[in-house]
């Protein structure tokens, strides 16, 4: 292919590189009022009195808004299409505050100075309630955090308020207990995956201004700039008509902003006053009072026979909603339709939980949705399985794997996987890690122990059946190509990606593309950059946009030069006769267009979405030295081989590759939210919430077997979330070679390893 596979540089490389890029705080107007909140001291209580007028004397103090100003519609913040499964259990401002760092004000001042300056004047009087801070004992705990009489769901998700209970799911194929009864070979374990931080360089920010028409114009740092508009229509009781949202270049987000965080301040401040207003998180904000990856608590048994069969795979989970019920079914769902199809011998299984609220920060989208916490205590039972049977943990997963063609009882009926180079991808990660021959386990010196370990992993591609794209390409006047996208790049290189595929179908170099990006008011609808959705989706429905602008185009020559059409060939710069006697350039060819009773300005529309959710597949072996005396594990080489489908951008999905290892080695090791007894966040800064950096990843050695998925376009699926999922289980299954220590609890920091250690003498 021309363009397909190339390493083209990111489009906006040169300008990041060189400090011009504009992200979302460069565009606030100089008059813009300035927001701060105040927040809540405490984990759950109820705001009996508030007393804001010393707060309003002081000289700039513009507003100050309490929840007996805001509009009393629930919504959910969660990025999602409607109709929304996550639960409607927010307002502006509530009355009830239910976790530490909670919204209880909205200061409105000329500037932050001032707004700081006024907000300790505003009193609050609170009836302090038991908070809820143990997921295992939510459930029909004495307090009830959302007790509200209009709370709302959109459909049935098996929750039950009133008993702390988020939603619920539960899918159970077989007799679990029978088939456990004839399998040779049992292992149980339980396992826990903590709360983490997507923590994304720029922390949420957004701006809102009233245009010339009266209507309410936000600027976020948002990956779903559609949804926003949405949420923010309902909140206010507005139409979708009355506002635009504009995503500029955003600095991260990783499923963070995926949530809208923000754009709900700005927006009812600036609706309110008519003036434009702003708000920009600090870091302690952004990790206390957003959303994180949700923890969850596994019992998991599995079973196998002796030949090595997997019978049954059990996976019972307890998982933390926090504060909110955003994303709260659809990360636990999701998990399952990406980790249990991996072995797909099963003859029963099952898979549930309750999702409950505590009175924990909310929890929401991180990179991995879901499939990162299924995998961790699914790879980790494997490879507790190998060992308790006494074989290769690679050989039992070829043994079990899912091949071509085939279906599994977690998928939906009828469902197939339609591509998949999985045992190319397996086989080329041992050649790399030299699987085949060198010992599991070996002595590095008196004190550390060296291991290998391996994982598994599955995501998708987009979401099946649900989210769908447009995309518009057009012809410009001077023969030049502009195509806009509603999709978001947030880093990834997506408008890169899509560029590709579009100068790949017209056949045009790079350098006569132009993508814009994510403005409700100029580009088609797109449900925004999450669920692995872009490149599969957004890049299928570019695709489709580019051949009828294509045939559009050839129309066009055809006309012109009085030819048949189809005896055209187009490179999409120029069109040539088969004998070469005629010739015309796009150049040429759009000043035509643009003028005259006959002017045709051309454009190719598509709208596209898919039935199924291809999986890209991975492979993670980590080798990793253990330091016996204190626990501590070191990444040494980590071995990572992907399975997207065609290849785009070859560099661009290494820096993916790379880049998703290293977030799940910071899971694995090292990140942890934790609170203390009264619900306080005791790990709001990079002083305390601990990233890796490049000296704690150890050495990231990656490659790609390319398989053809045939629903999309040119064979491509995703890879923005599989990446991050073989980390944790394969580093784990690192150590437990290289000691026997066998750590279940995330992070796996020196002192659970030091203990694992003990136990296992």
């Known amino acids: 292919m021309k363009h397909l596979g190339q390493s083209y540089k990111k489009k906006d490389s040169t300008t990041i590189l060189s400090g011009k890029a504009a992200y979302t705080e460069d565009f606030i107007p100089s008059n813009a009022l300035c927001i701060k909140i105040l927040r809540s001291p405490h984990a759950f209580a109820k705001i009996v009195d508030i007393n804001i007028d010393a707060a309003l004397k002081v000289p700039g103090v513009e507003a100050i808004y309490t929840y007996k100003d805001v509009p009393q519609t629930r919504f959910t913040l969660a990025g999602q299409s409607?109709?929304?499964?996550?639960?409607?259990?927010?307002?502006?401002?509530?009355?009830?505050?239910?976790?530490?760092?909670?919204?209880?004000?909205?200061?409105?001042?000329?500037?932050?100075?001032?707004?700081?300056?006024?907000?300790?004047?505003?009193?609050?009087?609170?009836?302090?309630?038991?908070?809820?801070?143990?997921?295992?004992?939510?459930?029909?705990?004495?307090?009830?955090?959302?007790?509200?009489?209009?709370?709302?769901?959109?459909?049935?998700?098996?929750?039950?308020?009133?008993?702390?209970?988020?939603?619920?799911?539960?899918?159970?194929?077989?007799?679990?207990?029978?088939?456990?009864?004839?399998?040779?070979?049992?292992?149980?374990?339980?396992?826990?995956?903590?709360?983490?931080?997507?923590?994304?360089?720029?922390?949420?920010?957004?701006?809102?201004?009233?245009?010339?028409?009266?209507?309410?114009?936000?600027?976020?740092?948002?990956?779903?700039?559609?949804?926003?508009?949405?949420?923010?229509?309902?909140?206010?009781?507005?139409s979708a008509a009355q506002i635009r949202v504009i995503k500029p270049r955003i600095g991260g987000g990783f499923g963070?902003?995926?949530?809208?965080?923000?754009?709900?301040?700005?927006?009812?401040?600036?609706?309110?006053?008519?003036?434009?207003?702003?708000?920009?998180?600090?870091?302690?904000?952004?990790?206390?009072?957003?959303?994180?990856?949700?923890?969850?608590?596994?019992?998991?048994?599995?079973?196998?026979?002796?030949?090595?069969?997997?019978?049954?795979?059990?996976?019972?989970?307890?998982?933390?909603?926090?504060?909110?019920?955003?994303?709260?079914?659809?990360?636990?769902?999701?998990?399952?339709?990406?980790?249990?199809?991996?072995?797909?011998?099963?003859?029963?299984?099952?898979?549930?939980?309750?999702?409950?609220?505590?009175?924990?920060?909310?929890?929401?989208?991180?990179?991995?949705?879901?499939?990162?916490?299924?995998?961790?205590?699914?790879?980790?039972?494997?490879?507790?399985?190998?060992?308790?049977?006494?074989?290769?943990?690679?050989?039992?997963?070829?043994?079990?794997?899912?091949?071509?063609?085939?279906?599994?009882?977690?998928?939906?009926?009828?469902?197939?996987?339609?591509?998949?180079?999985?045992?190319?991808?397996?086989?080329?990660?041992?050649?790399?890690?030299?699987?085949?021959?060198?010992?599991?386990?070996?002595?590095?010196?008196?004190?550390?122990?060296?291991?290998?370990?391996?994982?598994?992993?599955?995501?998708?591609?987009?979401?099946?059946?649900?989210?769908?794209?447009?995309?518009?390409?057009?012809?410009?006047d001077d023969g030049t190509y502009m195509l806009f996208t509603g999709s978001t790049d947030m880093g990834q290189g997506s408008n890169t990606a899509l560029a590709q595929i579009a100068c790949e179908t017209l056949g045009c170099p790079m350098d006569m593309m132009v993508v814009y990006e994510a403005d409700t008011d100029v580009v088609p609808f797109d449900p925004g950059s999450y669920a692995s959705s872009t490149t599969y989706v957004t890049g299928t429905a570019t695709k489709l946009a580019c051949d009828e602008l294509k045939e559009k185009i050839l129309q066009e020559f055809g006309r012109l030069m009085e030819v048949d059409p189809s005896t055209l060939s187009f490179d999409g710069e120029k069109v040539w006769t088969e004998d070469g006697s005629k010739t015309m350039t796009t150049k040429e060819l759009a000043p035509k267009l643009v003028s005259g009773p006959k002017g045709h300005y051309l454009s190719g529309m598509a709208t596209w979405g898919s039935q199924t959710s291809p999986p890209p597949f991975m492979v993670g072996i980590a080798e990793v030295k253990v330091d016996i005396e204190t626990g501590k594990v070191t990444p040494e080489n980590y071995y990572a081989v992907v399975d997207c489908g065609t290849i785009v951008n070859r560099n661009l999905a290494t820096v993916q590759t790379e880049g998703g290892v290293v977030q799940g080695i910071g899971m694995a090791l090292y990140e942890e939210i934790r609170y203390s007894s009264r619900g306080v966040l005791e790990t709001n800064n990079f002083m305390h919430y601990k990233l890796p950096t490049r000296l704690d990843t150890g050495n990231i050695h990656v490659d790609f077997v390319e398989s053809y998925e045939p629903t999309g376009a040119y064979g491509i699926k995703s890879i923005g979330e599989v990446v991050i999922n073989t980390s944790c289980p394969a580093i784990q299954g690192a150590i437990l070679n290289a000691t026997g220590a066998e750590v279940t609890t995330l992070p796996m920091i020196p002192e659970r390893v030091y203990m694992a250690l003990q136990e296992n003498k």
């Open 82 to 238: 409607y109709p929304e499964p996550s639960a409607y259990d927010m307002l502006i401002l509530d009355q009830v505050v239910r976790y530490v760092g909670d919204e209880v004000a909205l200061v409105v001042a000329v500037d932050e100075r001032t707004a700081l300056k006024a907000m300790p004047l505003i009193k609050v009087k609170y009836e302090i309630y038991e908070p809820v801070l143990d997921m295992h004992t939510a459930i029909d705990h004495p307090s009830i955090i959302h007790a509200e009489d209009d709370f709302h769901y959109n459909f049935p998700v098996g929750g039950d308020p009133k008993r702390n209970i988020a939603c619920s799911y539960s899918h159970v194929v077989g007799d679990l207990e029978a088939e456990l009864a004839k399998c040779d070979y049992v292992v149980e374990e339980s396992y826990f995956d903590q709360a983490t931080l997507q923590s994304a360089m720029e922390t949420f920010r957004t701006f809102a201004t009233i245009d010339q028409f009266n209507r309410l114009v936000i600027t976020s740092s948002t990956q779903v700039p559609f949804h926003i508009r949405r949420h923010v229509a309902h909140a206010l009781g507005l």
């Open 256 to 476: 963070s902003k995926q949530t809208g965080c923000t754009e709900m301040f700005p927006a009812f401040v600036t609706w309110k006053l008519k003036k434009p207003s702003y708000i920009i998180y600090d870091r302690h904000e952004a990790n206390n009072c957003s959303t994180s990856r949700h923890a969850r608590d596994w019992k998991v048994r599995v079973g196998a026979t002796k030949d090595g069969i997997i019978q049954v795979i059990d996976m019972v989970a307890v998982s933390d909603a926090g504060a909110h019920g955003s994303h709260a079914l659809t990360t636990f769902t999701a998990g399952e339709h990406k980790s249990l199809p991996l072995y797909n011998k099963t003859k029963a299984i099952r898979y549930e939980s309750n999702v409950v609220y505590t009175n924990h920060m909310p929890g929401g989208a991180f990179r991995g949705y879901g499939a990162t916490e299924a995998l961790w205590p699914l790879e980790c039972a494997i490879t507790k399985l190998a060992h308790t049977m006494g074989v290769d943990e690679i050989e039992l997963r070829l043994k079990n794997l899912i091949g071509v063609g085939e279906t599994a009882q977690s998928f939906h009926p009828g469902e197939v996987l339609a591509s998949g180079l999985l045992k190319e991808a397996i086989q080329k990660a041992k050649e790399m890690s030299n699987w085949d021959n060198r010992p599991k386990s070996w002595k590095i010196d008196d004190r550390h122990m060296g291991g290998l370990g391996v994982a598994l992993a599955f995501q998708g591609s987009g979401i099946a059946n649900i989210d769908s794209a447009s995309v518009e390409v057009r012809m410009l």
